[in-house]
């Protein structure tokens, strides 16, 4: 009398050919899996094999799969961690310096934060974060598909099917994934921040957020700005690294150049030595001479250089000291000439054959 667990045997003829083959088959098969190999060896049972295995490996399986796609993703995001921290030092000889300024010692000591460590850590934290999304998506596709063939099914159509649903999305959403691209390279290329003062072509203004399909202004009226990324064809960018203002000072031309360029290097240099400005000035200012000569008068130009987002401000500065060093000089801005032409009225001798008529 058979066992009552032992499963039982059908016999099966195969027709191969002009070949007959009998051969066993047994309802259930074991799987290759090692837990079930062994528990057939040893007790000589393949039903209890395959219960064994269904109810001990495959759920252990697919628990450390989860946990290999955990402590894979966990080490990838260490490594991200590590390699956005070295992006926000730099590369420079004076990077400890620069995170000693950012930091709570430079604050105590009142050092000035530079402005270029602060963009990198921002830059970098950007980077960082679209990093780890990337890692994250990837490591749960290949675990999810990797879950699904340890439950038995076959992943081929899967993997087919996604391919023709990329394929249909990159046609149908061109300008989706236009977009999404663009934010990319744009991130990575650091071409501007959320701080900077851009100039996109439809709008300018201060860049409010940066996302991957879309980046934020807002003007100087207040009017929010949405501009798609793939949409922007070019960038200007008034706040990265460093800014210059470029002040035009009109003189008539019966002044001394010489005089004026003399008082224009001394208003220039005091604000640079003023402790107002120190630090936002990061060169000796310039006076380039005659710019042009127009029909109001003569132009020379003056050139600062400044850190960045204080451009506007020192040019603001530097005109209310000009105007005020002219008049005590006694330099006359030049006026904008204007002619007046008046009609005389007609005489009477003029106007009778008007009046016959």
Request: proline share 4%.
């Amino acid at each position: 009398m058979p066992h009552p667990l032992t499963t039982p045997i059908i016999s099966v003829t195969e027709v191969s050919g002009s070949e007959t083959v009998p051969f066993d088959t047994p309802l259930t098969t074991c799987t290759d899996g090692v837990l079930c190999t062994w528990v057939r060896d040893a007790t000589g049972n393949e039903g209890l094999a395959n219960a064994t295995d269904w109810i001990v490996g495959k759920p252990s399986a697919l628990v450390g799969l989860i946990l290999i796609g955990l402590l894979v993703r966990w080490v990838l995001h260490r490594v991200v961690d590590r390699v956005v921290r070295r992006a926000e030092t730099g590369v420079l000889p004076d990077r400890l310096s620069r995170r000693i300024t950012g930091g709570r010692v430079g604050a105590a000591m009142g050092l000035q934060e530079d402005p270029g460590y602060t963009r990198r850590v921002q830059r970098a934290a950007t980077m960082g974060t679209l990093l780890k999304s990337i890692i994250s998506g990837v490591v749960m596709t290949v675990i999810a598909l990797m879950f699904i063939s340890e439950l038995g099914y076959d992943i081929a159509p899967l993997i087919a099917s996604a391919g023709i649903i990329g394929v249909a999305l990159g046609f149908g959403s061109q300008t989706l994934v236009k977009d999404f691209l663009s934010g990319i390279f744009m991130i990575f290329e650091d071409q501007y921040g959320v701080g900077d003062v851009v100039d996109v072509g439809e709008a300018s203004g201060t860049v409010e957020a940066v996302s991957l399909r879309v980046t934020r202004l807002r003007d100087v009226n207040g009017t929010v700005w949405y501009v798609r990324n793939g949409e922007i064809l070019r960038v200007g960018n008034m706040s990265q690294n460093w800014a210059r203002t470029v002040i035009d000072v009109t003189v008539g031309y019966t002044e001394d150049l010489v005089k004026v360029r003399r008082v224009l290097q001394e208003v220039a240099h005091d604000l640079w030595d003023d402790e107002d400005f120190r630090g936002l000035i990061i060169e000796e200012p310039e006076v380039w001479g005659v710019e042009s000569m127009g029909v109001d008068g003569v132009v020379v130009r003056v050139t600062l250089k400044t850190a960045p987002m204080e451009q506007w401000g020192i040019a603001r500065a530097m005109r209310e000291r000009v105007k005020a060093r002219f008049e005590h000089e006694g330099i006359n801005l030049a006026v904008a000439q204007r002619v007046q032409w008046q009609e005389s009225a007609p005489s009477a001798a003029s106007a009778e054959p008007a009046a016959d008529a």
